[in-house]
């Protein structure tokens, strides 16, 4: 379970020599799942569930950017204008799930 990094270890002296004590890596700033930048007024930590995330389609997972380009793609996609096999992966699976909603 200690071995993988997101534990982060402390050495602890003691008599009889060294312990190693785990504790839970603190999580950081929440990225948007296509484009990787951080997503803004969004807290890691702390506050009310409306802190950590916000209400629109797709909050607290995607940028409102990327969100308006797989609405843009989604609505293509119905209308026949594109086919779903021409979105690119990362943003194909939002897409279905915006067909889907």
């Known amino acids: 379970m200690h071995r993988s990094r997101s534990f982060k270890r402390s050495h602890r002296h003691i008599k009889s020599g060294t312990v190693i004590h785990y504790r839970r ?3 950081g700033q929440p ?3 296509i ?3 951080e997503l803004n007024g969004i807290g890691a930590s702390g506050g009310g569930k ?3 995330t916000n209400s629109r389609l797709f909050g607290g997972v ?3 950017n990327c969100t308006a380009d797989v609405i843009k793609l989604g ?3 119905e209308q026949g204008d ?3 096999s021409d979105i690119g992966m990362r943003q194909r699976q939002y897409v279905l799930q915006l067909m889907a909603h």
């Open 75 to 77: 609505s293509r996609v």
């Open 62 to 64: 995607l940028c409102a």
């Open 82 to 84: 594109m086919k779903l």
């Open 35 to 37: 484009c990787r930048i």
């Open 25 to 27: 890596a603190p999580s």
């Open 50 to 52: 409306t802190r950590r």
């Open 31 to 33: 990225h948007c799942a």
